[in-house]
Nanobody, 118 residues
Framework: QVQLVESGGGLVQPGGSLRLSCAASGFIFSGYAMNWYRQAPGNERELVARISSTGGNTNYADSVKDRFTISRDNNKKTVYLQMNSLQSSDTAVYYC???????????WGKGTLVTVSS
């Protein structure tokens, strides 16, 4: 059974930090690029960060560049999103996504809520 389970969300003050984790199971993790998306109320889901299957390449949305860092541990089948200098505009549900590098298979987690507020 395929599972992507996000954790690490919560309430944080502006300027603070959070680290999200996404634990994967049920598929060959090293064969998938991993992505973090987010969706704020009333907004469309947007891609925040992406990491290649080997971890050698990363990409970020302009809005989070230099503040967020995506990483992965293929041995632990886990992808991370380190979020620093958080702003109120970062408030959203954050979703983990896995996308196969050789097929159209992709999987989604159920999301974790990040609220940035004083």
């Amino acid at each position: 059974q395929v599972q992507l389970v996000e954790s690490g969300g919560g309430l944080v003050q502006p300027g603070g930090s959070l680290r999200l984790s996404c634990a994967a199971s049920g598929f060959i993790f090293s064969g998938y690029a991993m992505n973090w998306y987010r969706q704020a109320p009333g907004n469309e889901r947007e891609l925040v960060a992406r990491i290649s299957s080997t971890g050698g390449n990363t990409n970020y949305a302009d809005s989070v560049k230099d503040r967020f860092t995506i990483s992965r541990d293929n041995n632990k089948k886990t992808v991370y999103l380190q979020m620093n200098s958080l702003q109120s505009s970062d408030t959203a549900v954050y979703y983990c996504n896995a996308r196969s590098v050789i097929s159209r298979m992709e999987y989604w987690g159920k999301g974790t809520l990040v609220t940035v507020s004083s």
